[in-house]
C-alpha cells in the first residue's frame, strides 16, 4: 500500500508552494492534481504581483518559498507602483508568461527531492476519530498518510456560468470534483458557494494597437526574490496597452442586462466586490462615461490578450457586440469567451491559526477553499499549510505570523477570525501596520523564520546576515558623521536644492530632510555599499518617526494578543455576554483577547467583560 | 455580580410616591416572600401587580410593584420595582425589610455599573449615568441626560465618519493605483479637509472644558488684605451668616465655604484668612491655606479697599494670583477714593459697595463673561462631560497636528494617514469603539470591579 507523510491535493498556486515546503522538509509528499498540464496555471490575469499582493510575493521568498523565484524566470514586464507615494505601499507587479511559468514550476517540482506528482483526483477523505488517514482516489484507492492538505481552487463542485448556460466544470474545460465538498459537509465543516469571473481573451492580431494607449514596463528592471538579479533587459519588456469602455458599450449591457449569469439570476455564488464585473461597474457607477480596460500579453507562444477589467457572465454573442464596440477592438476576434465560475469553500473560520481544520486533525485547507482569491493569496496560505503540516508531524509549535509582521499573517487572521462571505482578496487597507510590512524588508521581517524552518539554506541566510549588518554599519557611520556650517558645504546644499547649514549636522539627520537621498550624502563620505542596503538606511532613517509610531500601535495590539484564552474554557459560564458575542466567540473560539476583539458581532463591552472573566480566573 | 442589590431610586422624601429597586437573580423570590397578593413569581414580564409589602404578618405599607425580568431590563437583570407611599419611614422600612431578607444595598451607581457590565449601556452612556447621580445643578443634569441619550456618541462618530472617508480615499488610492476613475487624494487636497475636522474637534473640546464646571462649579476664591470686606462679600452672595465678620484683624481664620447658584452653574466660594506676614501660629496656618486655595481655584476675587492707597501687601497678593483667572473687586466705593485705579487697569476690575448692596450684580456678570456661562447655559449640551473624554478628544486633536506636520514636512501620503487613523482610534476610544487595555483601566478604577 502507497504511504506518505503528506498528501497534497490540486496543483495550483497554493499546493505547489505546500508540496514543495513539505517536501523540502523532508516529508515524503505526494501531489494529487487533476492534470498535470495545469500545476501552476494562471486561468485569470497573466499577472502577479500588485499592491498588497506583490508584497505577500516578497514574504513567500523571504520564507522560502518558490513563487517569487518562479515569476522571475517568466515574467513578461515589470512595474513598481505606487512610487509617487511612500515606500510602505510600493509594490511590485509582474506581467507572467502563462506557458513559462508553469513549466518552470513543473520543472522545480520534478526536481524536488521526496516529492512525487500523481495525476487523479481525490473524491473523498479517509478520516477516524476526527483525525486524517488519508484520501481516496476517484478510482476507488487509498492513500494513507499522516497529514492532507486540501488546495483545490475552484474544482470543488465547479460550475462554469456563462449566460444561462450552466455547465458543471473546472477552469479550461476540465473535470470538478463531485463529492469531495459533501464528505467535508459530512465531516462537519460548513460548506459555502463562491463565484468568481474572468474576461475574454482576444486574438493579438486582430486589434487595433495605433488606437490604443502604450502601457510599457518600468525603465529599471526589477527582481520578485531576494536571491534573484534581474532577468530580463528593460527593452525585451513586452508592453501592455489602455482602451475604453465608452456609452455604446454600456448600452449594450444595459439592453442584455437580464440575460447575464449574474443578472439573470442564475448564480448562487457571491462574488467579490472588489473585483466587478463590466455589468456591475455599469450598473452601480451609471454615471461614468467610460471604465478603462487594459489589454495584457499572455504569453510569448501564443496570442491571446487578455482583456482586464472586462470580466462578464452575458453570453456569446452579447460579449461579441461589447468587445466590438470599444475603440481599438472593432474587429477583434475573442479567442475565449468571458465566464463566471462558481464553487464550493469551507467556512474558514473552522481553521486554526495555523491553518490545521479544527473539525479534522492533521487535515490542513489553503486557497480558494479557504474563500481566497488571487494566486498571491493561494501561494501565500499553501506555504504556510505545508510548513504547519511538517511541524504537526515533527511535534512543534506552529508558524504563526502576527499582524504587524507580515500580510501572509493579516490575510489568515482574518480569515479565520472574521471568515468571508466573499473571495478575500489581500488588500493594503486590511493592514493596519502595513508600514511594517514593506516590499523592501520583507526579508528583514522573515528570512530569520524561514531559517529556523529550514527553508533557507546557509548560503542565502549568510547573504542576508550581511544585508542587515552592513544596514547597521551604514546607519552608525552616519550617526557618527557630521558636517559644518563651511561655505563648500552650504554651495553644495544649495546647488541639489536643499537648506543651507547654520550648525553642525549629522549626516543621519540630513538624510531625514526629504531632497536628500544616499546620493548627496555620498558627496560627503564614501558608501560603498549595495543599493538594496542604502535603500534600505533611507527608508530606515527617513520615515523612522513613523516606523516608531506604527510599532507603538502594534505594541498596543499584541499587549491585547498577549492576554491568552485559556482552550478549555466555557463561555456559557461568563455571565452577561451578549448572545451574538457568545454565539461567536463558542464558534471561533478565539486564542486570545486580541484575536477575540476582531471578531465582528463581538463588542467592547464583550470584551471587557470576558477581560474581567480571565481576570478573575487569573 | 451574583448577589442581589437594593436601593431607593427616587429623592428620598420628596414626593408622593418612592421607589425600591431590587436587582439580581433573587430579585423577584426575595420579593415575593414579603408581597401579599398575587404570586410574583408566577406572573409574566414587564407588569404591574397591586398588594402589601408585609413583615411577617405586620403590614408595612400598600404598594405597586412592577415585575421585570432578565433580559429586558435596566440592568438585564431581573428587576423589581416597588412603588410605595413617599416618606422617610415607610421608604426605609421596606429598604430594610429587603436588606434583612437577601439582598445587599447597592454602591452608588452599581445598577449602571451592571448595566453597563451587561452590555445594556455603552461607555459614554455608563458615564453619564454616573455624571447624572452627581450632578449639582439643572444644566449639568441636562448635559448628563444629554449624553445618556446618546447625542455626544453620534457627535463623535460623525466625526469619526469624516475621517473614515478621508482614509478610505487614500486607500482606494493605495490598492487601485493605476485606475483613473478614483480620484488621487494629494497632501494639498487633505489640508482643508483636516482643518475642517480639527476646527470641529476643537469645538467640542472648549465647549466641554467650559462645561466640565457644570458638574465641579466654579471654584472661587476670595482673597484680600484683612478687613476690606472678603466676608462681608461672601456672607451677601449666600446671603447666609456663615462666616464671622468683625473689625478686628484676622479673625476669619478658617477656610469658609459656601455655595450659590449662578444661573444654573455652581458656583463654591471660599473665603480665606488674609494673607500677610504673621507670627501668630494659627493665623499663619490660615495663611498657608490661602496661598495653597489660590494654586487650586478656578477664580480669585482679590478683593481692595477703596479707601486706602495699594499697600505692599495688596501687591503681593496680586502678584501671587497673576496666572489666574482674576477679577479685582474694589470696595467700599461709598467711600472716599484713596486707591489708585491706574494701576488696576489691566486687570477685570469690579467696583462695589457690600454694604450699600452696589456692585455685586456686576461682579456676578463678570463672572458669567469670564466663563463664558451665557454659551454653556444656552448651548445644545453636545459636549463631553468627564475628564476622560475630554482627555482623549485633547489627544486626538493632538495627533491631527501631526498630521499637519506631516503634510507640511512632506512626507508620503500613506505616512500622513499613519497619524489620520490614529486620530480616528483615538476618538473611538471616547465612544468605547476602539477597544484597548487602557478601557479596561478605566473600568476598573471607575467602577471598582475586583474578585
Same mark, same amino acid.
Given at each position: ?26 516529508n515524503k509528499t505526494l501531489l494529487v492534481t487533476g492534470n498535470i498540464k495545469n500545476i501552476a496555471d494562471m486561468p485569470c490575469n497573466p499577472s502577479i504581483g500588485g499592491p498588497a499582493k506583490g508584497i505577500i510575493v516578497r514574504e513567500i521568498d523571504a520564507l522560502g518559498g518558490e513563487m517569487a523565484n518562479n515569476i522571475d524566470h517568466s515574467s513578461l514586464q515589470m512595474k513598481m507602483l505606487n512610487t509617487k507615494k511612500g515606500p510602505?505601499?510600493?509594490?511590485? $507587479?509582474?506581467?507572467? =508568461?502563462? &506557458?513559462?511559468?508553469? #513549466?518552470?514550476? *513543473? @520543472?522545480?517540482?520534478?526536481? %524536488? ?87 475574454? $481573451?482576444?486574438?493579438? =492580431?486582430? &486589434?487595433?494597437?495605433? #488606437?490604443?494607449? *502604450? @502601457?510599457?514596463?518600468?525603465? %529599471? ?398 | ?134 450632578v449639582k445643578t439643572e444644566t449639568a443634569r441636562k448635559g448628563a441626560i444629554h449624553a445618556l441619550e446618546g447625542h455626544i456618541s453620534k457627535y463623535i462618530r460623525d466625526l469619526r465618519q469624516e475621517i473614515l472617508e478621508i482614509l478610505a480615499s487614500i486607500e482606494v488610492n493605495i490598492d487601485y493605483p493605476e485606475y483613473e476613475d478614483i480620484e488621487i487624494m494629494t497632501n494639498q487636497k487633505l489640508v482643508p479637509k483636516i482643518k ?34 472678603k466676608s462681608s462679600l461672601l456672607n451677601h452672595l449666600i446671603n447666609e451668616d456663615k462666616a464671622i465678620v468683625t473689625d478686628i484683624e484676622g479673625t476669619t481664620r478658617d477656610i469658609v465655604e459656601g455655595e450659590i447658584n449662578l444661573d444654573g452653574i455652581p458656583l463654591s466660594l471660599i473665603d480665606t484668612a488674609g494673607i500677610r506676614t504673621t507670627d501668630n501660629i494659627i493665623e499663619k496656618i490660615g495663611v498657608d491655606k490661602s ?161
Amino acid at each position: 500500500m502507497m504511504q506518505y507523510d503528506i498528501i497534497v491535493v490540486g496543483g495550483g498556486h497554493a499546493g505547489c508552494e505546500a508540496s514543495l515546503a513539505s517536501a523540502r522538509l523532508g516529508n515524503k509528499t505526494l501531489l494529487v492534481t487533476g492534470n498535470i498540464k495545469n500545476i501552476a496555471d494562471m486561468p485569470c490575469n497573466p499577472s502577479i504581483g500588485g499592491p498588497a499582493k506583490g508584497i505577500i510575493v516578497r514574504e513567500i521568498d523571504a520564507l522560502g518559498g518558490e513563487m517569487a523565484n518562479n515569476i522571475d524566470h517568466s515574467s513578461l514586464q515589470m512595474k513598481m507602483l505606487n512610487t509617487k507615494k511612500g515606500p510602505a505601499v510600493q509594490a511590485l $507587479r509582474a506581467q507572467g =508568461d502563462k &506557458i513559462t511559468y508553469p #513549466k518552470a514550476m *513543473l @520543472e522545480t517540482l520534478k526536481s %524536488t527531492k521526496n516529492l512525487e506528482i500523481k495525476e487523479s483526483l481525490v473524491e473523498h477523505l479517509k478520516v477516524e476519530d476526527q483525525k486524517i488517514k488519508g484520501v481516496i482516489l476517484e478510482d476507488g484507492k487509498f492513500i494513507e498518510s499522516k497529514a492532507v492538505i486540501l488546495t483545490t481552487g475552484t474544482y470543488l463542485k465547479g460550475m462554469v456560468l456563462v449566460g444561462s448556460k450552466k455547465t458543471p466544470s473546472g477552469p479550461h474545460g476540465e473535470r470538478d470534483v463531485k463529492f469531495l465538498s459533501d464528505d467535508l459537509r459530512n465531516l462537519g465543516f460548513t460548506i459555502q458557494r463562491l463565484k468568481t469571473g474572468t474576461p475574454p $481573451r482576444l486574438e493579438k =492580431d486582430s &486589434i487595433d494597437f495605433s #488606437k490604443t494607449q *502604450l @502601457e510599457p514596463g518600468d525603465d %529599471t528592471t526589477y527582481a520578485f526574490s531576494f536571491d534573484n538579479e534581474p532577468m530580463y533587459q528593460k527593452e525585451d519588456q513586452v508592453p501592455c496597452h489602455l482602451v475604453y469602455s465608452n456609452q455604446k458599450t454600456h448600452e449594450i449591457i444595459r439592453a442584455h442586462l437580464k440575460e447575464s449569469s449574474m443578472y439573470g439570476g442564475y448564480v448562487e455564488g457571491i462574488g467579490p466586490r472588489y473585483c466587478p464585473s463590466i455589468e456591475d461597474k455599469v450598473v452601480r457607477f451609471a454615471d461614468k462615461e467610460r471604465h478603462q480596460l487594459f489589454l495584457e500579453p499572455e504569453s510569448l507562444y501564443y496570442d491571446d490578450i487578455y482583456l482586464q477589467g472586462f470580466s462578464t457572465s452575458m453570453p456569446h454573442e452579447v460579449q461579441e457586440e461589447m468587445v466590438h464596440s470599444i475603440v481599438g477592438l472593432e474587429h477583434a476576434k475573442i479567442k475565449k469567451y468571458a465566464y463566471a465560475i462558481e464553487y464550493d469553500a469551507i467556512d474558514p473560520t473552522q481553521l486554526k491559526q495555523s491553518l490545521e481544520t479544527k473539525v479534522v486533525e492533521n487535515l490542513f485547507t489553503a486557497g480558494q477553499i479557504n474563500g481566497t482569491s488571487g494566486y498571491e493569496e493561494a501561494a501565500g496560505q499553501g506555504l504556510i499549510a505545508g510548513i504547519n503540516a511538517s511541524l504537526k508531524l515533527q511535534g512543534k509549535d506552529p508558524l504563526i505570523l502576527k499582524r504587524n509582521e507580515a500580510y501572509i499573517g493579516v490575510l489568515i487572521d482574518d480569515l479565520v477570525t472574521k471568515g468571508t462571505k466573499e473571495p478575500y482578496r489581500m488588500l493594503t487597507s486590511r493592514a493596519e501596520y502595513r508600514l511594517l510590512l514593506r516590499h523592501d524588508n520583507a526579508d528583514l521581517r522573515l528570512r530569520e523564520y524561514g531559517h529556523q524552518i529550514g527553508l533557507i539554506n546557509e548560503e542565502k541566510y549568510q547573504r542576508f546576515q550581511k544585508k542587515k549588518q552592513q544596514i547597521e554599519e551604514v546607519i552608525n557611520l552616519l550617526k557618527e558623521y557630521k558636517i559644518t556650517p563651511k561655505k563648500e558645504v552650504n554651495e553644495y546644499l544649495e546647488k541639489v536644492g536643499s537648506t543651507p547649514l547654520l550648525d553642525g549636522m549629522y549626516l543621519y539627520d540630513l538624510l531625514k530632510r526629504p531632497e536628500i537621498t544616499c546620493k548627496e550624502i555620498e558627496h560627503f563620505i564614501t558608501l560603498d555599499y549595495p543599493k538594496e542596503v542604502l535603500d534600505q538606511v533611507e527608508i530606515q532613517i527617513r520615515y523612522a518617526g513613523y516606523i516608531e509610531k506604527a510599532n507603538k500601535e502594534a505594541e498596543k495590539m499584541l499587549s491585547l494578543e498577549n492576554i491568552k484564552i485559556p482552550v478549555d474554557i466555557d463561555y456559557k459560564k461568563i455571565k452577561n455576554l451578549a448572545h451574538e458575542a457568545l454565539q461567536k466567540l463558542m464558534d471561533i473560539r478565539p486564542t486570545s483577547i486580541g484575536q477575540a476583539s476582531r471578531i465582528s458581532g463581538v463588542n467592547p463591552s464583550d470584551i471587557a467583560i470576558l477581560s474581567v472573566y480571565l481576570k478573575k480566573q487569573g | 455580580m451574583n448577589d442581589t442589590i437594593v436601593a431607593i431610586s427616587t429623592a428620598l422624601g420628596v414626593g408622593a410616591i418612592s421607589i425600591v429597586r431590587v436587582s439580581g437573580k433573587d430579585a423577584i423570590k426575595i420579593v415575593n416572600k414579603q408581597f401579599k397578593g398575587k404570586n410574583l413569581e408566577k406572573v409574566s414580564s414587564h407588569t404591574i401587580h397591586y398588594g402589601y409589602i408585609v413583615d411577617k404578618e405586620e403590614v408595612i405599607d400598600e404598594v405597586l410593584v412592577s415585575i421585570m425580568k432578565a433580559p429586558k431590563t435596566f440592568t438585564k437583570e431581573d428587576v423589581v420595582e416597588i412603588n410605595c407611599h413617599g416618606g422617610i419611614t415607610t421608604t426605609n422600612k421596606i429598604l430594610e425589610l429587603m436588606l434583612t431578607k437577601g439582598c445587599r444595598l447597592a454602591e452608588p451607581g452599581e445598577f449602571t455599573k451592571r448595566a453597563f457590565l451587561n452590555g445594556r449601556i455603552d461607555l459614554v452612556n455608563a458615564e453619564a449615568v454616573m455624571d447624572l447621580i452627581n450632578v449639582k445643578t439643572e444644566t449639568a443634569r441636562k448635559g448628563a441626560i444629554h449624553a445618556l441619550e446618546g447625542h455626544i456618541s453620534k457627535y463623535i462618530r460623525d466625526l469619526r465618519q469624516e475621517i473614515l472617508e478621508i482614509l478610505a480615499s487614500i486607500e482606494v488610492n493605495i490598492d487601485y493605483p493605476e485606475y483613473e476613475d478614483i480620484e488621487i487624494m494629494t497632501n494639498q487636497k487633505l489640508v482643508p479637509k483636516i482643518k475642517k475636522v480639527k476646527e470641529s474637534l476643537k469645538q467640542i473640546i472648549e465647549k466641554s472644558e467650559h462645561s466640565q464646571i457644570l458638574k465641579e462649579g466654579i471654584k472661587t476664591v476670595i482673597v484680600g488684605r484683612p478687613n476690606v470686606g472678603k466676608s462681608s462679600l461672601l456672607n451677601h452672595l449666600i446671603n447666609e451668616d456663615k462666616a464671622i465678620v468683625t473689625d478686628i484683624e484676622g479673625t476669619t481664620r478658617d477656610i469658609v465655604e459656601g455655595e450659590i447658584n449662578l444661573d444654573g452653574i455652581p458656583l463654591s466660594l471660599i473665603d480665606t484668612a488674609g494673607i500677610r506676614t504673621t507670627d501668630n501660629i494659627i493665623e499663619k496656618i490660615g495663611v498657608d491655606k490661602s496661598i495653597h486655595l489660590i494654586e487650586e481655584a478656578d477664580l480669585v476675587i482679590v478683593v481692595l479697599n477703596n479707601n486706602e492707597p495699594l499697600t505692599k501687601e495688596d501687591q503681593e497678593i496680586l502678584d501671587k494670583v497673576q496666572n489666574k483667572t482674576v477679577i479685582v473687586a474694589v470696595n467700599k466705593i461709598d467711600l472716599e477714593n484713596k486707591l489708585d485705579m491706574k494701576k488696576l487697569e489691566d486687570y477685570p476690575l469690579i467696583q462695589m459697595s457690600v454694604s450699600e448692596n452696589k456692585g455685586i450684580e456686576e461682579l456676578k456678570n463678570k463672572i458669567k463673561e469670564l466663563f463664558h456661562l451665557s454659551k454653556i447655559t444656552q448651548g445644545d449640551y453636545n459636549y463631553l462631560s468627564n475628564v476622560r473624554q475630554i482627555a482623549l478628544a485633547k489627544e486626538s486633536l493632538s495627533i491631527l497636528d501631526e498630521v499637519e506636520q506631516g503634510i507640511a514636512d512632506e512626507m508620503p501620503i500613506d505616512m500622513v494617514e499613519i497619524d489620520l487613523k490614529r486620530a480616528w482610534d483615538k476618538l473611538g476610544e471616547i465612544i468605547g469603539e476602539t477597544y484597548t487595555e487602557e478601557l479596561l483601566d478605566q473600568l476598573f478604577s471607575q467602577f471598582c470591579l475586583g474578585k
